[in-house]
Every structure is written in structure tokens, then in C-alpha cells.
């Protein structure tokens, strides 16, 4: 089975890349590839919780459709990324999974594409 690593490192709103990456792993999911996320950067924004950007901005919450990822999907977010921007686990989703830099090379080398959005 084919098996991808969608990177995102951009804020939810303001660019495309977190809705695109995050449709991208679904569609994959869709058609039967086992298909991650990893928010880091800037991209840990897109999972946490209680997003009201339909009210406010009028976009789609990025963290309603990140629900769409489970359960055949993984949401990881890295550690140092999240720290970094004063935020915690308790601030996710619930279906987030935390990494650190060792998990994080694992998972890279354990992935047959890697695609950076």
C-alpha cells in the first residue's frame, strides 16, 4: 500500500495550503492510501480547537474538516512547533497526536512520499 507524509507549515487561514493539504489526505484516504498529516510551523494552528472561522472570516474551520482524517488517519502535530507558539495539547483537537524530532525522523523514513505543502 501506498503511504504519504502531508506536511503543513502554514496557518489555517490567510493561505490555501492547510485546506489543500488536508483535502489532499482525505482524497488519498478515499482511495485507500494510508495517508498522515504533520502540522508544524506556523500549521499547528490548524488544529486547535474551537475554530470559528466561518463566523468570523468567513472560511471553513481547518479544524472541523481535520475530523474527517479519523480513524484511518493521524494527525501529528510537532512538539517543539507547539511549544514554540505558547500553545498546549489541552489547545487540539482531540484526534491530535504529538511528536517530537526522533519520532518525527521515524516517521519520515517509515513514509514512501513526503509531501510538503
Known sequence: MSSSLIIIDKAPYGHE????GIYIAIAS???????DVL??????????????????IGYPSVS???????????LF???????????????????????????LYELSKSKKHIIKI
Request: hydrophobic share 35%.
Open 17 to 20: 495550503n492547510a485546506l489543500s
Open 64 to 74: 472541523e474538516l481535520i475530523y474527517s482524517l479519523f480513524p484511518n488517519g493521524t
Open 77 to 103: 502535530v510537532h512538539l517543539d512547533s507547539l511549544t514554540q507558539r505558547g500553545m498546549k495539547y489541552e489547545d487540539l483537537v482531540e484526534i491530535a497526536e504529538l511528536i517530537d524530532g526522533k519520532t
Open 39 to 56: 502540522l508544524m510551523g506556523d500549521g499547528v494552528y490548524a488544529a486547535q480547537k474551537n475554530q470559528s472561522a466561518e463566523k468570523t
Open 29 to 35: 484516504l478515499d482511495k485507500g492510501h494510508n495517508s
